[in-house]
């Protein structure tokens, strides 16, 4: 997801138990060298607030995701 910083909502399904990990990451051009920006415990809905240092390159915006060692993790919804 795009994001021109602010704050971000993530909402993340799963069947797994609520101990799992999610962590929030920002990739720039490099899929490898992705920055850890904020790390929650439990699936759920989650507000990321004030990630506007993220944002930069041409097109001006953060490229987010959740990463996550769950394998029953079905859906996340981003808003921003």
Known sequence: MKSGGG???ACITTTSTDSEF???LEQDSD???AKRVSQV???GCWIFRNIGA???G???RA???IGTIDGG???VHYWD
Do not use: Q
């Open 31 to 33: 899929p490898i060298r």
């Open 63 to 65: 490229e987010f995701f």
């Open 7 to 9: 704050d971000f909502k």
């Open 41 to 43: 415990r439990g699936a």
């Open 73 to 75: 993790m079905k859906r």
């Open 22 to 24: 999610y962590d929030l």
């Open 54 to 56: 993220y944002v930069d």
């Open 58 to 60: 041409d097109n001006n």
